[in-house]
């Protein structure tokens, strides 16, 4: 055979084999909906290992790797570059009241204010386009206040001498009302309530009610109706998902909102992954609990909220001595011991986890008492300690010994600790917002924020955990910095930690083959810039299942 021609025809048959081999190779090329590449990401996986691209399909990860490895083995309907972004999973608030949250977008906003008088400011200039019959307000600390003392009933009324106020404080356990609301309410200087108190001044009530009193005015509110709550929850998941949550627990809540959660879930209006805990109503118990749990990649029905005591801000923390800056005042119950002995049980019988509200350390040695008389060693029923903000160091081995979850709010430390000695004295401050020790215990936490008491902004928590400082650095040295959280922990505690909480750490929480595709993206890297700079960092994207739900640039 002519040598020109035999070689022509080998080097044609090679590129044809060639093509064949490269088009077999892309063939082979397992399909994936998005290919995201070129980024900084944070899996949080077992090892913390940082990847470079990953692999979505159906909403779900298929694979993380190198750019060049996750290009070779998928291809996309859709790819994105995110050169010189950082990816994190999608952020999970462990202790929040996100209907509470929508809800009171409805009513005056009091954060901040620096006065009693600054507070009625606010309500008068709400009221100018208000047509309600009630004005309802939220988030005043008199704590904040040059005078820290409570504020009287007088100045409301002088501002609103027809229209009934009730104006919660910022953690919910006290509120202050004008004559006109405790008129409706039937109140008097006879008035008293069971885990409440009706302040008194001069004989004749203050207008400050505190804990469960604050049922005697709030019943006479008309109730949100359905369209109303349906709206708070669609704005709320529209300002949640643009600070990088796609997960909250939302702690304490009746039937019909739970409800109402699972039809707009199955309509597709409400997309926010939420772990939805009850009230400990009857109908509830009735209705859900003895039912058994629900567990959808979205909604999860599993837990009972209860209350043991209020507030250190309002000093009804229940304390096992007096308040240092109250003798006589030891704090109280909000709910009996011997019920909410009866409500675990009952949530024991039926395989539900139980979430109970403790401040202070009686409250805090109660219910891990009652606890540890429910459960074995060892066991993994996940009962939480919601707060655990003061414990006898005698009480902390119940944690690690019964396997409960001390599940913490950050930003409760940073929020408290310029009052906080003074109120609970110094000889109880090392149980006092120990977040450190009590991660030892099980050698993980989870950590929530409690909005609307604080921020809906995660990375306001994550920055408390790692600097135990407030925004502007104060104090220099951190707020007892031997309970700081390191950044991995901190990034933990609001991923996978959070998810371990609520039983759905096989779901999400980390960005690995299998689990959902939730993920937040942002321009700077919060484990490596500096401290001060963390809450200032803004969420650039936020994806649920795989799909973009928040974009800042569409908003900028």
């Known amino acids: 055979m ?31 909906d998005l290919l995201v590449l070129d980024a900084t ?73 620096r006065s ?21 307000g939220r988030g005043w600390d008199q704590n904040d206040w040059e005078i820290k003392e409570f504020p009287g009933k007088e100045i409301l009324d002088a501002a609103f001498p027809g229209t009934p106020v009730l104006l919660r404080r910022v953690d919910g356990h006290a509120a202050w009302a004008n004559s006109k609301a405790l008129e409706i309410a039937g109140i008097t200087s006879e008035s008293s309530i069971e885990g409440g108190q009706v302040r008194m001044e001069n004989g004749e009530p203050s207008g400050i009610l505190i804990d469960n009193a604050i049922d005697l005015v709030s019943s006479h509110i008309p109730p949100a109706g359905k369209e109303e709550v349906e709206a708070g929850l669609l704005k709320a998941q ?36 939420l772990d939805a805990w009850l009230e400990p109503s009857e109908s509830n118990f009735l209705e859900f609990v003895e039912k058994g749990i629900i567990q959808t990649p979205s909604l999860r029905v599993g837990t009972v909220k209860l209350y043991a005591d209020g507030a250190l801000g309002s000093r009804g923390a229940k304390m096992i001595k007096d308040y ?15 019920d909410l002995e009866k409500y675990c049980k009952r949530a024991l019988q039926n395989g539900y986890q139980v979430a109970t509200h403790c401040i202070g350390d009686e409250a805090n ?37 019964y396997n ?41 936490i989870p950590n929530g924020s409690d909005f609307p008491v604080e921020s809906i902004n995660p990375l306001y928590g994550f920055y408390a955990a ?47 083959a299998g689990k959902v595709a939730d993920f937040i993206v942002t321009s700077e890297d919060i484990m490596q810039i500096e401290e001060i700079n963390i809450p200032k960092v803004s969420i650039e994207a936020t994806y649920l299942d795989g799909k973009e739900v928040y974009n800042r640039s569409s908003i900028d």
Request: one cysteine or more; a negative charge.
């Open 41 to 113: 990401i944070y899996t949080v996986d077992k090892d913390f290992s940082k990847q470079e691209a990953m692999a979505i399909r159906d909403g779900k990860i298929l694979d993380t790797g190198s750019s060049a490895s996750m290009q070779e083995k998928y291809k996309a309907k859709k790819t994105i570059s995110l050169k010189g972004k950082f990816i994190y999973p999608g952020l999970n608030d462990a202790h929040a009241h996100f209907t509470g949250y929508g809800l009171s977008l409805n009513q005056v906003d009091l954060t901040g204010t």
């Open 466 to 512: 790692v600097s135990r400082k407030d925004k502007e650095g104060f104090p220099p040295e951190g707020f007892r910095p031997e309970e700081a959280l390191s950044r991995e922990e901190a990034l933990k505690a609001m991923t996978i930690w959070a998810a371990k909480a609520s039983f759905q750490e096989e779901l999400k929480g980390s960005l690995e």
């Open 116 to 136: 009693a008088e600054d507070v009625v400011d606010r309500c008068m200039n709400f009221a100018e386009d208000f047509s309600g019959t009630w004005i309802t």
């Open 404 to 444: 409960i979850i001390p599940s913490v709010q950050t930003t409760h430390a940073t929020s408290d600790m310029y009052w906080a000695e003074e109120r609970i004295g110094a000889y109880r401050m090392p149980g006092a917002y120990s977040y450190h020790t009590l991660m030892s215990q099980l050698g993980w």
């Open 2 to 32: 002519n040598t020109y021609f035999y070689n022509k025809k080998m080097n044609y048959l090679a590129a044809a084999f060639a093509i064949l081999c490269i088009t077999g190779c892309q063939m082979k090329k397992e399909k994936a």
């Open 365 to 401: 040695r109660r219910v891990l008492q009652i606890y540890a008389s429910m459960l074995e060693e060892g066991n993994d029923n996940r009962w939480r300690i919601e707060h655990a903000q003061v414990i006898n160091p005698e009480d902390y081995s119940y944690f690690g010994t």
């Open 238 to 273: 529209e300002n949640c998902f643009a600070v990088g949550l796609t997960s909250i627990s939302d702690a304490g809540l009746p039937g019909a909102t739970v409800r109402l959660i699972q039809s707009m879930q199955e309509s597709g209006s409400l997309k926010m992954r």
């Open 324 to 338: 240092s800056d109250d003798p006589g005042n030891s704090g109280l119950y909000l709910t009996p011991p011997a």
